[in-house]
């Protein structure tokens, strides 16, 4: 389970102030918000990419508020995938278990379960710049996946993809989150979207109702 506990975060003039909400283990939860309402800011400070000025962050009882980022146990998704020119798709799906020093024989075993999971096992030889947008956003939630992370994020991940790239994908994410029991916060503008993938739906602006968006 994640859980916010009223952190504050000042980015010069932007200012969030006593945010707080919970992601139940195994559930996905949407982020909503007008933009520039500071969704990624939260989703950076969950991260360890932003510091917060006061509040704790909680994942599955762990106090994360000051760990590195590589110490939290997630795995975040951009909207631009963030995929290395010079990896192979298989080399993708095998970065986060090998930075964890996992055996050849367990890497393999989930390459091969990620590849099927996410159809991609024709790809594995290919490098990003051969993979068309919905391709190569599979082998970003692929990698993601990968190590089973505590939190999945995904910031706009789902954003951009033709109509029939983005509902095949979105199945298939939405499978891989219940199969793997993966909790996942996920931001986006769609309301659609929004329902059609998660358990919960939280408007920023409700988390806040003092305040301007
Ligand atoms: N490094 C920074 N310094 C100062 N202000 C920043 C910095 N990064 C972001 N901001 C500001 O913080 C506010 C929140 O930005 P953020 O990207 O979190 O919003 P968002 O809700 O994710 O928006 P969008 O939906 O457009 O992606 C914006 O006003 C932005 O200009």
Redesign the pocket.
């Known amino acids: 389970m994640l859980s916010i506990e009223s952190i504050s975060i000042e980015?010069?003039?932007?200012k969030l102030k006593d945010i707080s909400f919970t992601v139940e283990s195994g559930t996905c939860t949407s982020l909503m918000?007008p933009?520039?309402?500071?969704?990624?800011?939260i989703m950076e400070a969950i991260c360890g990419l932003r510091k917060i000025t006061s509040g704790t962050i909680l994942l599955n009882n762990q106090d994360i508020t000051h760990l590195r980022p590589s110490e939290r146990k997630l795995s975040i998704v951009p909207q631009d995938n963030a995929l290395f020119p010079h990896l192979t798709v298989r080399e993708h799906l095998a970065f986060g278990p090998s930075i964890q020093k996992w055996n050849q024989s367990e890497i393999d075993q989930r390459i091969n379960h990620l590849a099927e999971g996410m159809s991609i096992s024709h790809l594995l030889d290919r490098y990003p710049s051969n993979l068309s947008g919905g391709e190569a956003k599979r082998v970003a939630l692929g990698r993601a996946l990968a190590t089973r992370p505590a939190l999945l994020c995904l910031d706009?991940a789902l954003t951009g993809l033709d109509d029939d790239t983005h509902d095949e994908i979105l199945s298939l994410l939405k499978d891989s989150i219940q199969n793997e029991g993966i909790t996942a916060l996920h931001?986006t503008?769609s309301m659609k979207e929004a329902t059609q993938l998660s358990d919960k739906v939280i408007k920023l602006g409700d988390l806040q109702p003092n305040q301007a968006p």
């Open positions: 980015s010069g003039q932007f918000g933009s520039g309402s500071g969704k990624t800011t706009e931001i503008h």
